[in-house]
């Protein structure tokens, strides 16, 4: 069956298809995560694995992609990740994952009971019908005995979606090509299945009210969901940081939902599953705390420390005029026209940042900066070149002692927009330099 | 007097009669010929004779309609004494009675002699314009046909003429070939001996300027090289600098929870060695 339909859709090497699909430069290491980030609705699975994982607890990621849930890691957990390609167990330990392994997931390379918890996230809608119960079997045989297995799996609805069998050969080959989903059942036969195996079993349809933007315009796209069309068209025509807002909001109203219980109806569309030998705990928030998402671990120099200089990359607080960190590489930040970040040192004496810009008419019109310190202006060059360019600044003495507290502002005269017309990969921020390396002297 | 009149009419009515069928036997066999009625075929309107002799006929109507169409007949009676009187008598009474449509007999009988007479006179005016085309288009066929003949004369010299042109030509133009074959082999052996010649004469120089052209692509090449190794060169700087900050977050890290560790070790040493005593 798993080689009929992936042959039939024409999905020769599985491995090379997911490393396609899901393999990406995204920086998604728990060191770089910021706190206002558990709203976005690309995050809100995330945090409902984090929220139902105990901190400290040992982990395992199946079919781990690039890493979505390295920031389990902010728990202090010990985080494992399977997957079928070598390139995405690759990418998990580059975004922070402990031990990352390519395995299928019918035989898992661990020992019985090595975990506290075992997670998938859209993993099981792309595991064949005959294997969905060796995969279950394997989740069993590496959980502990209280362990607790929780999954977010893709869901359809038999009544609006043909089955694979009615599916001509075109209709199947363009189905799976999409995210390569030959395994999707309905909520409750998910539910029935996971109680073959364990004896408490808890699951709710989720999705059926908050979507990404991306997620609406896809499903009504690729799945032929019946999303109103002017509200699709609407989301399409949405720029970046639109788009960002509206995620947000979408999260907000997810993790809402899940804070007050609210029970969805089916909507074919995705289910998340808890299931335990022991009896299980709330569905949301069984280990809630979020405090780690608001400190990150910050090497600051203090009196006790010999370091000279520390790194403001992930210990800095970056505000609204920053993207998310890229790989470009190395991992940087991309800022808009004007960012700043806040910092707390007990010294100051000079910075030290790498920067550059993709800006295409660099060389015909330099691209103007100035930095400021706590709102005194620092420094101003122009950038005439591609290529990286290491600036260090010193601090006079008088800026320097502002308490320890300080906020560096960098403005940019100009910025452009890398791809605002492509239709496959649009890519609209307003993008001026990429900054990595900041280091602020003591 | 009315005897007399009565008989002219009738003689007249005869001779006309006598004509019509005459000349309607040759009209009705000619058209039996060619399987058509009389009245369709085209030979019997085509002949200038038919419609003069239509229009002879209308000639002679006219004069019958014309000379009688105001007159009436006389009031006659074949009997004899008291009884003719009487019978004349009553005769009158009669014509008075019928006055009024004696009079409109008269003007019917003058409204269709004018009416034909026009339509005479119209049909000769066409027979006289018919007559006129006829003779004009046949002056024009006539014309015509000496000029197509003229011309026709005339495209046979001509024709003659390019033929005697057309052999001129082919062998001029087999004379023009040869010696374009000659002069072309000439010239070809000529080109090769120059081209040998230049070859060898810009040998030496091609070399020169070849070897100055790669070199200078070496050197572009050079560069564009050097500045791509500066540049990764510079993103492998910035690479490591990178896992250098982070290598030194780790290690402060590791070296705080060592810290943390050692004064947990040393509280609990100190607690221990507390409950011992």
């Known amino acids: 069956m798993k080689d009929d339909l992936y042959q039939r859709a024409g999905v020769e090497d599985l491995a090379e298809f997911y490393r396609t699909k899901f393999v990406s430069d995204e920086v998604l290491d728990a060191r770089y995560f910021r706190a206002l980030d558990r709203f976005d609705m690309r995050f809100a699975r995330t945090i409902w694995v984090y929220d139902n994982v105990r901190a400290g607890s040992v982990v395992l990621d199946l079919g781990c992609g690039a890493g979505m849930l390295a920031l389990l890691k902010r728990k202090g957990v010990v985080l494992a990740g399977v997957d079928l390609s070598p390139e995405c167990a690759l990418a998990s330990r580059r975004n922070g994952y402990d031990v990352g392994l390519a395995a299928e997931l019918t035989r898992l390379p661990f020992k019985d009971a090595s975990f506290d918890y075992v997670v998938s996230l859209d993993v099981l809608g792309h595991v064949p019908f005959e294997e969905k119960d060796a995969v279950l079997r394997e989740v069993r045989r590496v959980l502990r005995p209280a362990g607790v297995t929780l999954h977010g799996i893709e869901c359809t609805d038999r009544r609006a979606q043909k089955s694979y069998e009615e599916m001509t050969a075109e209709e199947l080959r363009r189905f799976v090509s999409v995210d390569g989903h030959v395994g999707l059942e309905e909520e409750q036969e998910h539910a029935e299945r996971f109680r073959r195996f364990f004896q408490c079993v808890a699951w709710e349809p989720r999705y059926a009210l908050c979507l990404s933007s991306e997620e609406f315009v896809k499903q009504r796209d690729e799945y032929g969901l019946p999303f109103e069309t002017d509200f699709v068209e609407y989301l399409r025509g949405l720029s970046h940081s639109e788009r960002r807002a509206f995620d947000m909001a979408m999260g907000y109203v997810f993790g809402k939902i899940s804070d007050l219980h609210v029970r969805l109806p089916k909507s074919g569309l995705y289910v998340l599953v808890k299931a335990s030998d022991a009896p299980l705990g709330p569905f949301y928030n069984e280990h809630r705390d979020r405090s780690a998402l608001f400190t990150n671990e910050t090497t600051e120099a203090s009196s006790e420390d010999t370091t000279r200089a520390f790194c403001l990359d992930r210990a800095a607080e970056f505000d609204e005029g920053w993207y998310e960190p890229n790989v470009l590489p190395p991992v940087a930040r991309w800022m808009k026209g004007r960012g700043r970040l806040r910092f707390h040192s007990s010294a100051l004496s000079a910075l030290r940042l790498d920067l550059t810009t993709h800006m295409p008419d660099l060389q015909t019109s330099p691209l103007g900066l100035e930095l400021s310190l706590n709102g005194q202006r620092l420094s101003a060059l122009s950038l005439f070149r591609h290529g990286w360019l290491e600036l260090i600044i010193e601090v006079p003495d008088e800026m320097a002692n502002a308490g320890g507290d300080y906020e560096l502002e960098i403005r940019a005269d100009r910025t452009w927009q890398p791809r605002p017309e492509d239709t496959e990969n649009r890519d609209d921020r307003e993008l001026s330099i990429s900054v990595c390396n900041i280091e602020a002297f003591v | ?277």
């Open chain 2, 1 to 277: 007097m009315a005897e007399l009149e009565v008989e002219n009419t009738l003689r007249e009515i005869r001779e006309r009669v006598l004509a019509d069928a005459g000349r309607r036997a040759p009209t009705v066999a000619a058209a039996s010929v060619r399987g058509m009625p009389p009245g369709l075929a085209p030979g019997a309107d085509e002949s200038a004779g038919g419609a003069g002799e239509a229009l002879a006929r209308m000639d002679a109507n006219l004069s019958t309609t014309g000379r009688a169409w105001s007159r009436l007949p006389p009031l006659l009676s074949y009997r004899r004494g008291r009884a003719a009187r009487l019978e004349l008598w009553l005769k009158r009474q009669v014509k008075r009675a019928t006055h009024w449509f004696t009079w409109e007999q008269v003007n019917f009988n003058s409204a269709a002699h004018h009416a034909l007479g026009d339509a005479r006179s119209a049909l000769a005016a066409h027979e006289h314009a018919l007559e006129r085309l006829q003779s004009e288009l046949a002056a024009s066929l006539v014309a015509s046909l000496r000029d197509l003949r003229a011309e026709a004369e005339e495209d046979r010299s001509r024709v003659s003429e390019l033929h005697a042109r057309l052999a001129r030509a082919e062998a001029h133009f087999d004379a023009g070939a040869a010696q374009l074959r000659e002069t072309l082999a000439a010239g070809i052996e000529r080109l090769v001996e120059e081209q040998r010649a230049l070859a060898a004469a810009l040998r030496e120089g091609l070399r020169e300027e070849q070897r100055a052209q790669i070199h200078a692509r070496a050197a572009e090449l050079r560069s564009e090289m050097h500045d791509r190794v500066d540049g990764l060169l510079e993103e492998q700087r910035v690479c490591f600098k990178q896992l250098s900050l982070e290598t030194g977050e780790a290690a402060v890290m590791h070296d705080r929870a060592r810290r943390q560790i050692e004064a947990r070790l040393e509280e609990l040493e100190k607690k221990a060695v507390t409950s011992e005593k």
